[in-house]
C-alpha cells in the first residue's frame, strides 16, 4: 500500500504556503480563529478586521488550490451587543470579490448541543460549513457519503401516486427535478447539506476542536484516496488525522507551537517517520507530484 504523508507545519499560514506550488490541494477544509474568540489562547481578531485578515490568507489558499479542489470554511458568527455581527456575510462577499465561487452552504447541526437559557435566543446548535471553489467543474464524489433511506421510505414509497411515477421539474427553474419512484427498491439515498454531527465532548486539549466525523464527512465527499487535503489553521490536528486514516495526503499548519506537537502526536508515527526524513517541504515537491 502506498504511504501516505502527513505534514505538520508550525507559522502563520499565510507565510508557510508560500512555500507551495500554485494548484496543489484537492481540499481545503478549516476552522479559522472566529472573531475576538478564545483572545486568551490563540488570539482574536477584531470583528472589524476580521475580513482583512482573513482575505490574506485565503489568497494564499485560492493560489494553492487546484481548479478542480473544494474549499470548506467552518465558521460561525458571534453575538455583539446584543445582534449577530455580520462578519461572515462579509467575508462571503469579498471572498466571492477575490475570485472563489460561493458554491454551497452546509449546516452542522451539533446533535448534542448542551441546553442553556438566553434572555432574547434560544441555544446555538449549528455552524455554518462555506463550500466555495474555483470553478464550476470541481471534484465532488457524491456516492462517497451516500445515507441508508431511512423509516420514511418504508411509508413514502408504499403507495406512489401519479405524480411520483414521472419526473417532476422544479417549478422555480433550479433545473432540479424528481422521481419518487426511482428510489423504489434501493437502501441508500444521497445525504442533504443538514450534517448531523455530535460535537467531540473532554476532547483533545483544545477549545475548538471540530469532531472527526466533520473533516471526514467533506474529504470523503470531495477527495479521494492520495489527494492532498490542507487544514491552514489546524488546532489538535483533526483533518490530519482523519485524512490519514481515510489515505490522504496532508498538511496541517498552526501558529501556535503547543498545537503544532499535539497535531503531531495525532499522526501514526510510522508514518512522520518516513515524511520527517525530508528535510524540507515545499518547491521541491511540485516536481515530484507532478
Ligand atoms: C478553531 S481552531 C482549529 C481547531 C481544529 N479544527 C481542531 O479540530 O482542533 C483555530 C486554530 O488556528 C490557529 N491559528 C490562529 N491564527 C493562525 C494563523 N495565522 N496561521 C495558522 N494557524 C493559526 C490557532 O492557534 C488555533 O489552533
Not at 507545519?9 to 494548484?23: F, H, I, M, S, T
Request: one cysteine or more; aromatic letters at 12%; glycine letters at 6%.
Amino acid at each position: 500500500m502506498k504511504t501516505v504523508e502527513s505534514i505538520i507545519k508550525e507559522g502563520d499560514c499565510a507565510q508557510v504556503l508560500r512555500d507551495y506550488p500554485d494548484n496543489f490541494f484537492d481540499l481545503i477544509v478549516t476552522s479559522p480563529p472566529y472573531a475576538d474568540q478564545r483572545k486568551n489562547t490563540y488570539g482574536g481578531i477584531p470583528p472589524a478586521k476580521y475580513v482583512d485578515w482573513f482575505v490574506q490568507r485565503s489568497a494564499e489558499f485560492l493560489r494553492v488550490l487546484k481548479p478542480t479542489g473544494s474549499f470548506v470554511l467552518n465558521i460561525k458568527e458571534k453575538v455583539i451587543a446584543g445582534e449577530r455581527h455580520t462578519y461572515v456575510l462579509e467575508l462571503i462577499l469579498a471572498l466571492r470579490e477575490q475570485g472563489w465561487k460561493w458554491t454551497e452552504e452546509y449546516i452542522w447541526h451539533k446533535r448534542n448541543c448542551h441546553p442553556g437559557k438566553w434572555p432574547n435566543r434560544f441555544r446555538d446548535a449549528w455552524e455554518r460549513c462555506l463550500h466555495f471553489t474555483k470553478t464550476s467543474k470541481f471534484n465532488m464524489y457524491q456516492d462517497a457519503v451516500m445515507v441508508p433511506m431511512g423509516d420514511w421510505a418504508k411509508t413514502r414509497l408504499k403507495k406512489l401516486g401519479k405524480n411520483d411515477v414521472i419526473r417532476f421539474n422544479s417549478q422555480v427553474g433550479s433545473g432540479f427535478g424528481k422521481n419518487i419512484q426511482n428510489w423504489v427498491g434501493r437502501d441508500m439515498a444521497y445525504p442533504s447539506n443538514v450534517l448531523h454531527f455530535a460535537t467531540e465532548t473532554g476532547n483533545k486539549n483544545h477549545s475548538a476542536a471540530f469532531p472527526r466525523a466533520l473533516p471526514e464527512w467533506f474529504i470523503k465527499l470531495f477527495t479521494k484516496e492520495g489527494d492532498w487535503v490542507l487544514d491552514p489553521f489546524v488546532g489538535s490536528g483533526t483533518t490530519c488525522e482523519v485524512a490519514q486514516k481515510l489515505r490522504r495526503n496532508s498538511v496541517g499548519i498552526d501558529i501556535l507551537p503547543e498545537y503544532v506537537q499535539l497535531s503531531t502526536e495525532k499522526i501514526n508515527p510510522v508514518e512522520i517517520m518516513l515524511f520527517e526524513k525530508r528535510a524540507e517541504y515545499g518547491k521541491s515537491d511540485k516536481k515530484r507530484n507532478n
